[in-house]
């Protein structure tokens, strides 16, 4: 590119914004951008198969509960993550109160099915009623701000998500910190749900009407209006569109659906706790939005599918070391350019990697006396490659664990310096010690404490998706019009 | 009517308030210069409330302080601001500069993904524990004023006392110095202030180092009267905080101080009598209830708060 004078760039036609016009080139170029477009240029019943399909075939591939826990979970995640795409990816609001719906569906089921309140309604009258009884509470929600910018929606709520979290708590009629545990199972025309692959398909179900919904809005006027509106406020406005009432559906169809979910995953489970309803799902389906791409219905339950499953995986630290290290890997061989560029990172740092382990075991033996906390085979390669202390009261009377502790803040440090390398040449040279740290850090402080790690690589994944690529796998770029 | 209990509550309304003060002035310096809601700033609060404590651990604890214990304080709130500091300049390079020209939902999910980087963090390197500050070893509960129906703990003097401190120094730099000119420039228009010879990005960068410091202050004031300190601490502050800023008028010096003692004594009065008034269906952790429609009601009739101007667009 370097080559070329600003005289003989190609020159965007009239009428295209230069902008929007390298934003479509490089789209065209990148492979999540050319299936997004294929998708979207696909007929509407091809585009249910492919979202549906794969979800369809999947308990014909697996025959355990546990895979089918998972499918059902998954599902649960991808309605949860289309459902906040309506306000999020589609209108741009920021609502932080998204998950505080997924709650109240779940309690508004355990309210109407479970031994605790005495009724058992069919759930082909709850769930609707739930739906409709959601979308009202997140309109009332969405009142207080309808006149001011998203800021404000996104202040009150998240107030209204810590409300609604004191309530469940500390109210009589939720049972506290106890949560319900006496929920009825769903039941449809006398028939009652009992095996968790009827959940399946019931989940299954939801997700076909609920895609199909979406889709059928989004390409409907009033999904042209919440794209218009997210692009430019002030021009949709002045074309007459009702800003407000347009603001306030797409946050109430989006409680609905999360209500919807609610009431699936509230018999699933089979009991409700308020642990379940906070700021960590709330976080995690923000991930799984962003991950795939705000804006597009392919992206997002991709986004979920991922998500989900590798939290999923990063449960048993044997997977979880699989998981790291190839995730790592294939991401540096992908993202290398020149295509050299990402083996001789590999390389490099596995060797830098050996010549450490034999300078610290000549210098200090204490510091690779230690065995990986993983039983797979990679960890028997990963103990004699990197640092791992003994984890007892070393002898420089460090406390138990402080390596690991000074190896992640030097992590966090180094990774954030990294990014202000600007020379390619240097960038590659300084990875390799950073991936060398980080491998070490994973071995002795995060494989043990999966729940945290997991958590962190979330936090860390949307701080570095939002600088480098803030459309996701499948999203389109968009910029601020000023 | 109990004066003793009424005069108690006003005085940990104040305590609690200014401690939302700070917060809220932190938040509303960012919102004013970036329109940016720090959605982290609670957080940056929690990771001053652990650097004061680590300090206090290093100086030997609260036992057996190895300085005297008004140094001590002294140096676990210096501390604790100058890291909160440079942790706010390293947000904004990292998490918002990257996103100037981004779509406005952009910094928010960023900022998200900041807050639980590093309450996960906190919780990785500390643990879940509570931590204490054991100030009740520190200054005897005994130390204070006591006059009628009023006694107030030193340790909640001190905290009035520095909050206030810090805010009327914030004022003056605001108001008096170039800093501040600076800033009140780049915050009424970006780019007319980058014209005429501001640099705006320090600008930037600093703004986000004192409104961090101030968190910072504030984790370490909460410490010190509530005692003891935790990695998710930071989100009701951060909450409330933003809440009073709002409440005073987003952007606004003296709006923010006002508001974030409106918001202190609200929640300090209702935790005192929402059980008399409710006849004991709800009880004190309502509280939330009662702060929550006062920023409802805000929204509703005076949205751009108490000291704010209203919202005008410009095209």
Not at chain 1, 422 to 451: D, F, G
Not at chain 2, 92 to 119: D, H, K, N
């Amino acid at each position: 590119m370097s080559d070329q004078t600003p005289e003989n760039l190609p020159s965007p036609g009239i009428g295209v914004d230069e902008w929007v016009a390298s934003a479509d080139e490089r789209r065209a170029r990148s492979l999540g951008g050319r299936v997004d477009d294929a998708f979207t240029r696909a007929p509407p019943v091809l585009k249910l198969l492919v979202l549906a399909l794969p979800f369809a075939v999947f308990p014909l591939l697996v025959d355990s509960d546990y895979f089918m826990q998972v499918g059902v979970d998954t599902l649960i995640y991808v309605l949860l993550a289309l459902g906040l795409n309506v306000a999020v990816g589609w209108v741009g609001l920021l609502d932080l109160g998204y998950v505080a719906f997924f709650g109240i569906g779940a309690y508004l089921y355990a309210a109407v099915a479970s031994e605790y309140a005495g009724r058992y309604w069919e759930a082909q009258f709850a769930i609707p009623l739930i739906a409709l009884a959601v979308a009202a509470v997140g309109l009332v929600v969405g009142i207080p701000s309808r006149r001011l910018s998203g800021d404000y929606l996104a202040i009150v709520t998240l107030f209204f998500l810590q409300l609604y979290l004191v309530v469940l708590v500390n109210a009589s009629f939720t049972r506290g910190p106890n949560g319900i545990s006496d929920i009825y199972p769903l039941k449809f025309f006398g028939k009652q749900v009992v095996s968790l692959d009827g959940y399946y398909y019931v989940a299954l179900a939801a997700f076909i009407l609920v895609v199909t919904a979406l889709y059928l809005v989004n390409e409907s006027r009033t999904g042209r209006a919440w794209r218009a509106l997210r692009e430019d406020e002030l021009a949709a406005e002045l074309m007459t569109m009702p800003v407000n009432r347009l603001k306030l559906m797409a946050f109430a169809i989006g409680a609905g659906v999360a209500g919807v979910t609610g009431a699936i995953f509230a018999p699933v489970q089979g009991a409700i706790f308020p642990a379940s309803f906070d700021i960590v799902l709330l976080i995690t389906v923000y991930a799984m939005v962003v991950l795939g791409g705000a804006g597009s219905l392919l992206g997002v339950i991709v986004g979920a599918v991922v998500i989900n499953v590798s939290l999923e995986a990063l449960r048993s630290p044997d997977d979880a070391s699989w998981l790291f290290y190839g995730v790592v890997a294939l991401t540096i061989l992908l993202l290398g350019r020149p295509w050299w560029r990402g083996p001789v990172i590999i390389l490099g740092t596995i060797a830098f990697g050996f010549v450490a382990h034999e300078l610290a075991e000549q210098v200090r033996p204490s510091l690779v006396e230690g065995t990986s906390f993983g039983q797979a085979r990679i960890d028997e390669l990963v103990d004699s490659w990197v640092l791992l202390p003994v984890d007892i009261v070393t002898p420089d009377g460090l406390p138990a664990g402080a390596f690991g502790r000074l190896a992640y803040m030097g992590l966090v440090a180094a990774v954030l310096a990294l990014t202000l390398i600007r020379k390619p040449l240097w960038r590659t040279i300084a990875i390799v010690p950073v991936l060398y740290l980080a491998a070490c850090v994973w071995e002795n402080l995060l494989v043990a404490q999966p729940a945290v790690a997991r958590f962190i690589l979330i936090g860390g994944m949307l701080v570095a998706l939002m600088a480098f690529r803030p459309q996701g796998l499948f999203g389109k770029q968009r910029v601020e019009i000023v | 009517m109990d004066w003793d209990k009424l005069v108690q509550l006003l005085v940990s309304g104040l305590t609690l308030g200014s401690v939302y003060a700070l917060v809220a002035l932190g938040f509303s310096l960012v919102y004013g210069i970036l329109k940016l809601l720090n959605l982290a700033h609670g957080d940056v609060l929690m990771v001053g409330a652990f650097l004061g404590w680590g300090i206090l651990g290093w100086l030997g604890g609260a036992q057996d302080p190895s300085v005297a214990v008004w140094l001590l304080i002294v140096l676990m709130i210096l501390g604790a601001m100058a890291g909160c500091g440079f942790l706010g300049v390293a947000i904004e390079r990292f998490a918002y500069r990257p996103l100037r020209r981004a779509p406005r939902i952009a910094p928010l999910i960023s900022a998200l993904g900041v807050s639980f980087f590093i309450q996960n963090s906190v919780l990785l390197l500390f643990g879940a524990n509570f931590r204490s500050y054991e100030t009740f070893d520190l200054v005897d509960v005994e130390v204070g004023i006591s006059w009628g129906p009023l006694n107030v703990w030193i340790i909640r003097l001190i905290v009035m006392g520095s909050a206030f401190l810090m805010m009327a120094g914030l004022w003056l730099l605001v108001t008096r110095s170039k800093l501040g000119k600076a800033m009140r420039a780049t915050s009424f228009d970006r780019e007319a202030a980058a014209m005429m010879g501001v640099d705006v990005d320090r600008v930037i960068v600093k703004t986000f180092f004192i409104g961090s410091a101030l968190a910072g202050a504030a984790g370490v004031l909460v410490g010190l009267v509530f005692g003891q300190i935790n990695h998710f601490m930071g989100f009701n502050y951060g909450l409330k905080g933003f809440t009073a800023a709002v409440v005073g008028g987003i952007g606004s010096i003296p709006g923010a101080m006002l508001g974030g003692l409106l918001i202190g004594l609200a929640e300090a009065l209702s935790v005192g009598y929402i059980e008399d008034f409710t006849r004991g269906r709800l009880g004190s952790a309502f509280s939330d209830l009662i702060v929550f429609l006062i920023l409802v009601i805000f929204m509703l009739l005076r949205p751009q708060g108490i000291f704010g101007k209203p919202d005008l667009k410009k095209v």
